[in-house]
T-cell receptor, first 111, second 115 residues
Framework: KNQVEQSPQSLIILEGKNCTLQ??????????LRWYKQDTGRGPVSLTI?????NTKSNGRYTATLDADTKQSSLHITASQLSDSASYIC??????????FGAGTILRVKS | GAGVSQTPSNKVTEKGKYVELRCDPI?????LYWYRQSLGQGPEFLIY????????DSGLPNDRFFAVRPEGSVSTLKIQRTERGDSAVYLC?????????????FGPGTRLTVL
């Protein structure tokens, strides 16, 4: 069973709208949690990283939250743009060096 | 500077053949990682190198898979007696170190298709 679960599996929104992607994990203990953006045919690119003690982290229009007690994270995208269309992957780093990836949420932004 | 590069970008082979996939990490990055990504899934860890040595190869699915990094820079993932189930995108990533906050930078991947 995947230790990182993401929802929804896919999402379609209109340009300019906001959206929130969810990530639940069971990896424990964990070192940090990242959100990656993966464009079609490209490798993932890191958006945000949060350690156990951090609750929120922003990167431009992207804001990630982390609740280490409930083992949940979210990625909020504000004022979406067409270029935001991609797969967004939640990644939890175990202690040591191994990353555990979620399956991703495929976001499509329509004009 | 240049990012992580991988060659070839696409590889089509027949079942039973041998393939090599190459990864050129970012210059100066000591850690190098290989992942496999199937359609609709997140990347799955295969192996990572710290310098020339494989620090963790627990993700390699079986002994048909092998990876080397002889000079601590370029790495080659080798797959023997390929099977149709090996078809996937193979991603390489590198990071400056292996600290918890070190960011892994990914290459574009090699799409392997086994017919």
């Amino acid at each position: 069973k995947n230790q990182v679960e993401q929802s929804p599996q896919s999402l379609i929104i209109l340009e300019g709208k906001n959206c929130t992607l969810q990530c639940n994990y069971t990896v424990s203990p964990f070192s940090n949690l990242r959100w990656y953006k993966q464009d079609t045919g490209r490798g993932p690119v890191s958006l945000t990283i949060m350690t156990f003690s951090e609750n929120t982290k922003s990167n431009g229009r992207y804001t990630a939250t982390l609740d280490a007690d409930t083992k949940q994270s979210s990625l909020h995208i504000t004022a979406s743009q067409l270029s935001d269309s991609a797969s967004y992957i939640c990644v939890v780093r175990e202690y040591g060096n191994k990353l555990v990836f979620g399956a991703g949420t495929i976001l499509r932004v329509k004009s | 500077g240049a990012g992580v590069s991988q060659t070839p970008s696409n590889k089509v082979t027949e079942k039973g053949k041998y393939v090599e996939l190459r990864c050129d990490p970012i210059s100066g990055h000591t850690a190098l990682y290989w992942y496999r990504q199937s359609l609709g899934q997140g990347p799955e860890f295969l192996i990572y190198f710290q310098g020339t040595g494989a620090a963790d190869d627990s993700g390699l699915p079986n002994d048909r898979f092998f990876a080397v990094r002889p000079e601590g820079s370029v790495s080659t993932l080798k797959i023997q007696r390929t099977e149709r189930g090996d078809s996937a995108v193979y991603l390489c990533a590198s990071s400056l170190g292996t600290g918890g906050l070190d960011t892994q930078y990914f290459g574009p991947g090699t799409r392997l298709t086994v017919l």
